[in-house]
């Protein structure tokens, strides 16, 4: 018991001056000790093993060999200008002008009600939401929804180009992290990632055309619907490309999860292997003057790392489109369906959990590594342990993800006491834990 108060103290003393990084010091404090009671430590591990191997299997390895010329962190902005723009563009076109002119096609274009359309029926459940009324979509697809598939497209180009990259450092530090080249752990990942792509999107999909179908959760109908003699709804001409064009969403944001995924991993890979850096461990030792050493060492890896940062940013602007999707779907006739429930846990989820909790690690084992040297340095005396915790991000790269946390949290409180009645509560844990 004297130990672990020890090391309470000690960690105290030595714990970063950020919210969520102080925090994640004394969970992972917490976390360490509990694994050492027989019974528990073994089931957590043997649950953690579990889902490590899940996520390994359905995040895919990328070892393709990308030249160091192809790195983007030396000018991001002109990298990703013309990915966003074109991608936010086509994403326009499919989306919003070709429903319109299919919809016109289908005469759902304009309002229009007549035995055509509806039969003899004449109800709520069969009013008729035309292409121009259906003033949620039309915003979703001239704006938000372009917004969140150009934020997947730079993701998913930066993980492409950055996975090995990240690998190889990891691999250089400890030969046994990983293979070189294609093998057949990789080629069954990336078949398992395929493969789960696939069925998330169908899963997605499949519910939600079922819900906008079923009158009792979807009272009006929309314009790529039409009404069989039976009065059952059934999709139009129009409805076969909107089926088509949001499985191809879903399927794109499915697969820019997964990817970020398979970089966290590696995030994770690289934090487990860095302590064993020598070449960093000598830079330290031949320092001249040990604060600049490690000021230098800072930017060094900040630099290694910051193809993971640029994901990080990108992946803050996908939850962010996606809450304000989830927004602007709560005020449409189709905001009973059940996919707005799913929507809205994974986002809580991933928000406050599985997104901040890469970048906490890898932070905090670069900040062991340097306190460790500290520790046992002779020319550095206790004042030398207050060094502070450095961010792992550059000073833009923090800016800009304080930015999209204040949004984010801001959006998610919204729709949190929109959807259940509670207060903003959860909204604000975003805010401080991302």
Known sequence: MSQFFGKLKQTFQQAPSGFPEFVFEFAALFGENLIRVPAVGQLISSTGRLISYILLAIS?????????????SEDPFNFYKKIFLYSFLITVFFCLILSGVLAFGSGTFFETVGPGLLGSTNNAANTVIS???????????AVVVPLYVSAAVCMIVT???????????????????????????????????????????????ANYIADLKDPVKTEHLYWFFDVAGSGERMINGVGSYYLFMNAMLLLITSVAALLYISISLEAFRLGRVIGKDADLLMELEAGEKLEVSLLQLDKRFRLIISDFSFCYIWAKVL????VVNILIWQASPAGNVDNVHYALFLLVLIGLLFLVLPRLYLG?????????????????????????YTDIRSGSQQKISMLLNLMYASVLSIVLMRQYGVDSL?????????
């Open 159 to 205: 993980v492409v180009l950055s996975w090995s990259k990240i690998n190889l450092y990891s691999r250089k530090i400890d030969e046994t992290a990983y293979q070189e080249g294609f093998s057949s752990r990789h080629v069954f990942r990336i078949a398992c990632f395929f493969s789960c792509s696939l069925l998330i999107a169908s899963i997605f999909i």
């Open 131 to 141: 292409f121009t009324e259906d003033f949620h979509n039309i915003l979703l697809y």
């Open 426 to 434: 959860l909204g604000l844990v975003g805010l401080l834990f991302l």
């Open 364 to 388: 905090s084992q670069w900040h062991k590594l340097k306190l460790s040297y500290l520790s046992v340095a002779d020319t550095v005396g206790a004042e030398g342990l207050a060094i502070l």
């Open 60 to 72: 895919p390895a990328l070892p393709f060999d990308i030249k160091a010329s192809n790195s983007f």
């Open 319 to 322: 939850l962010l489109a996606y």
